[in-house]
């Protein structure tokens, strides 16, 4: 089989393992988890570049699902993306297995595309983030060979992919690429720091802008800190490749002990199979020694907050860039390549000896030990419509030519709409109209709250917590429209015109002219840094003597099966 063909069945393998995962979220309509939110008609706004003041941690993956969601359906956009999740992870997993039998290649496939990290990302919403995650093989692949001829332009393209995913993304997969590249040398090293920083500037730029600029929290680094799932502890969790924060998005039946237990020793199985086994092969010391480091250093950033959480503390306080940090578990994403290239080294291993049911048991085990990630993550994931009510009260704000913004109400960052089945996920009304929405982006997790960051959000706290804000108070915070997307009965601000009220949705208007209130980020240097990265990629993709394709491995690695291993003495 050429390589070709074996980069094309894993393609369709990780396709049809995404069809399997999304399951009910094909039929039309949304899937709405945490922070997965999608709209119909999604349009580019101010928001969608991070030019309203608030964090920017959506720029630019909202950007790409607007400009997707411009030439397909909404919820079309969606599930493609979904899809090219499992079918990059699928794909770029089995390029690393240096083997030319294709059942081997597949099996690290679909241990990489299908287990606990993958399950509680996606149902904590993170689409962005395991887009970065589906393409990480590639980018910790090119960073071995980015002091090569060319190898600046195979970085960028591997990491674009992360790019899109935005900040957590692009640090998960940044992070790991300078680990691997530092052992290919500096100038390794060096063209990875100047890669992510290229692919950094869309939300860089607005994060540094902002009102009181990049936030960090120290308070919040034991809310978000890796945490067991699983009878073993936080470590024993993370090393089976879960541990997320939160609770309410472990995949049922994960975490039972003989589950845990099976799932544990073919995690440790498959990390001794890659530390024996990639020795023998043509790969270079550099990405083999590499891709294990990256693992080894994404487990210890991902257990720093449940371990040295003082630490973690103290390094936010010095720089609030490390708050990135916090959500330390997905920084487990490097440990999970090494995991699937070592399960496809077992099942090469087993195929080389003649025992051709071994390399498909490997394929299906994590399907085997987590069956409740498919059919929706047993029905966790199902595609929704949005209410009427939503769409009318569009239209009246959108029509309506007066100056002025939309207060959010209740009060609170998550939803959990009867339409959604109650499924919680964050407020959709910010990307479903084009004015700014004003809401309350603090956090809380049990009975513990994350400061709010956006600055109008901030003023605005005493006013709106209390359910009936007053129409005066509104109209000099510059807001014109007051929506109330959840117990429509309990929340109206005194004083407002009621525009629409409907079982799902009510709307009120502040009359009168309101306040000209301007915190926008100056949108000169957000568009030179979007114009610098648009020319890094285009450079990367067209430059003479480039190939348009991902830096896929296969035929660079790959060892025929014919061929005759060398014994140690």
Not at 321 to 326: E, K, W
Not at 409 to 414: I, K
């Amino acid at each position: 089989m050429t390589g070709r063909a074996r980069h094309l069945a894993a393609a369709l393998t990780g396709l049809v393992l995404g069809v399997i995962v999304v399951g009910p979220g094909l039929a039309p309509g949304f899937v709405l988890s945490y922070d997965m939110v999608f709209v119909p008609d999604p349009a580019f706004t101010a928001m969608t570049f991070g030019l309203t003041g608030t964090v920017p941690r959506h720029v630019p993956s909202d950007a790409f699902a607007v400009a997707l969601g411009s030439v397909l359906p909404g919820d079309v956009a969606q599930k493609l993306i979904l899809l090219a999740i499992f079918v990059l992870a699928c794909a770029s997993a089995a390029s690393l297995v240096p083997s030319e039998r294709l059942v081997p290649r597949l099996a690290a496939g679909a241990v990489y595309a299908w287990n606990p990290f993958v399950a509680e990302r996606l149902l904590l919403g993170q689409w962005a983030l395991l887009l970065g995650y589906a393409a990480l093989p590639w980018a910790l692949a090119a960073a071995a060979r980015a002091g090569e001829r060319g190898g600046g332009r195979r970085l960028v393209r591997a990491l674009l992919p992360a790019a899109v995913g935005g900040f957590a993304a692009l640090a998960v997969s940044g992070l790991a690429a300078l680990v691997v590249a530092l052992f290919a040398g500096r100038r390794a090293a060096g063209r990875v720091v100047a890669a992510a920083a290229l692919l950094s500037l869309p939300w860089l730029v607005p994060g540094l802008l902002r009102p009181g600029g990049v936030p960090g929290d120290d308070s919040a680094v034991g809310l978000f800190a890796a945490r067991a799932d699983t009878p073993f502890g936080t470590l024993g969790s993370l090393l089976a490749l879960g541990g997320v924060w939160n609770g309410e998005t472990v995949p049922d039946g994960y975490g039972a002990p003989l589950t845990a237990t099976l799932w544990l020793v073919a995690v440790v199985g498959a990390l001794a199979a890659y530390w024996r086994w990639t020795r023998d092969e043509p790969w270079p010391a550099t990405m083999r020694n590499g891709i294990a480091a990256a693992g080894a250093a994404g487990f210890a950033v991902a257990a720093l907050g449940a371990v040295a959480a003082p630490v973690l503390a103290w390094l936010i306080g010095a720089w609030s860039g490390f708050a990135v940090l916090r959500d330390g578990q997905q920084f487990a994403a490097p440990l999970a390549v090494v995991v699937a290239v070592g399960a496809g080294m077992a099942a090469d291993r087993a195929a080389e000896k003649r025992l051709p049911l071994v390399p498909v048991g490997v394929a299906v085990v994590p399907v085997l030990l987590l069956p409740t990630l498919a059919w929706g993550a047993a029905g966790e994931l199902r595609a929704v419509q949005y209410p009427d009510d939503w769409a009318r009260a569009r239209q009246i704000i959108d029509d309506d030519p007066a100056a002025g913004d939309v207060l959010l109400l209740p009060w609170a960052q998550y939803r959990s709409y009867a339409w959604n089945h109650g499924r919680r996920v964050l407020d959709p009304l910010p990307r479903y109209l084009d004015r700014r929405v004003i809401v309350n982006d603090a956090v809380t997790v049990g009975r513990t709250s994350v400061a709010p960051e956006d600055p109008r959000a901030v003023r605005l706290a005493p006013a709106a917590s209390a359910g009936s804000p007053p129409a005066a108070a509104l109209r000099a915070a510059g807001v014109r429209y007051v929506v109330v997307d959840a117990e429509v009965d309990r929340f109206r601000p005194t004083g407002a015109e009621p525009v629409l009220r409907g079982p799902d949705l009510a709307v009120y208007r502040i009359g009168g002219p309101v306040a000209r209130v301007d915190e926008r980020v100056a949108a000169a240097p957000v568009v030179v840094a979007w114009a610098i990265t648009s020319a890094g990629v285009f450079w990367s993709i067209v430059s003479p003597g480039t190939s348009l394709s991902i830096p896929l491995l296969g035929s660079i690695n790959a060892r025929s099966p014919r061929r005759t291993r060398r014994r140690a003495p």
